[in-house]
T-cell receptor
Framework: TQLLEQSPQFLSIQEGENLTVYCNSSSVFSSLQWYRQEPGEGPVLLVTVVTGGEVKKLKRLTFQFGDARKDSSLHITAAQPGDTGLYLCAGAVSGSARQLTFGSGTQLTVLP | NAGVTQTPKFQVLKTGQSMTLQCAQDMNHEYMSWYRQDPGMGLRLIHYSVGAGITDQGEVPNGYNVSRSTTEDFPLRLLSAAPSQTSVYFC???????????????FGAGSRLTVL
């Protein structure tokens, strides 16, 4: 059983559409991160959220950390083909900062 | 501008063979870790180290050994490879993680291992 559940697992959309990816858990996290991974490469950090209710924006990407620090979402506005990739959420349970747990990922394909 | 360097990038082994995946970082990071990535499973932590001479087990440590003799290097050893160890392996490093701040990882490009 995954500590962090991501949905959807696969998402294929047309350029210009909006989308939301979810990361959910029954555990409370001291921090949560989002990474993006392209084929043949390692994941690259997009954002870190540490405060319940926190919202961070990175150009067309909006990240939100749930009030109870058990869930997070990633919203992309007007998706572009360059957004294509595997999006991974990762969290550290309080007292276990050394063991970062990853979700199973959302494979996003943005069609031109 | 190297960051985290992993070698080899690709490797094919026969069941029972041994090998070492190399990982080196040049950012003076205290924390280093190994993950494996399998389809639909995300990344799972194998072993990690918070400094030279200190290692600990992650979620899936069986069949793997590690050591940390220097700050820069963190090799992963497979003593007797099994087909279940076919995967993509990622090494990652960070400054010493604490609950006061997030453990932000810098990843290598990965090593794809196939065990026949």
């Amino acid at each position: 059983t995954q500590l962090l559940e991501q949905s959807p697992q696969f998402l294929s959309i047309q350029e210009g559409e909006n989308l939301t990816v979810y990361c959910n858990s029954s555990s409370v996290f001291s921090s949560l991160q989002w990474y993006r991974q392209e084929p043949g490469e390692g994941p690259v950090l997009l954002v870190t959220v540490v405060t319940g209710g926190e919202v961070k924006k990175l150009k067309r990407l909006t990240f939100q950390f749930g009030d109870a620090r058990k869930d997070s979402s990633l919203h992309i506005t007007a998706a572009q083909p360059g957004d294509t990739g595997l999006y991974l959420c990762a969290g550290a349970v309080s007292g276990s900062a050394r063991q970062l747990t990853f979700g199973s990922g959302t494979q996003l394909t943005v069609l031109p | 501008n190297a960051g985290v360097t992993q070698t080899p990038k690709f490797q094919v082994l026969k069941t029972g063979q041994s090998m070492t995946l190399q990982c080196a970082q040049d950012m003076n990071h205290e924390y280093m870790s190994w993950y494996r990535q399998d389809p639909g499973m995300g990344l799972r932590l194998i072993h990690y180290s918070v400094g030279a001479g200190i290692t600990d087990q992650g979620e899936v440590p069986n069949g793997y050994n590690v050591s940390r003799s220097t700050t820069e290097d963190f090799p992963l050893r497979l003593l007797s490879a099994a087909p279940s160890q076919t995967s993509v392996y990622f090494c990652a490093s960070s400054r010493t993680p604490s609950d006061a701040g997030a453990n932000v990882l810098t990843f290598g490009a990965g090593s794809r291992l196939t065990v026949l």
